[in-house]
């Protein structure tokens, strides 16, 4: 299995959030596919939160709005 780790970053007006996840090449349909999304972390008015500090319904629902946001590519770490 060919895997590549990557990240990206989405900025809105009101916060950044950083994702992390791990880009793996699948042999079934010859293609590389995003998987294990993690939030690592939100910057909010400039100051930065670890995603662990975090609720979990809070990390949830930035991953439900977020993570596959199709404006922002994913790139390698």
């Known amino acids: 299995m060919k895997y590549a780790d990557v ?3 989405v900025v809105t007006e009101d916060f950044s959030l950083w994702f992390q996840a791990r880009e793996v090449f699948s042999t079934m349909d010859d293609d ?4 294990d ?15 662990n500090d975090l609720p979990p319904k809070m990390v949830d629902s930035f991953l439900d709005h977020f993570a596959d946001d199709d404006n922002t590519e994913w790139e390698y770490v």
């Open 7 to 9: 990240h990206k970053t």
């Open 32 to 35: 590389y596919e995003i998987e």
């Open 37 to 51: 999304v993690e939030l690592v972390s939100i910057e909010i008015l400039g100051i930065e939160y670890q995603a």
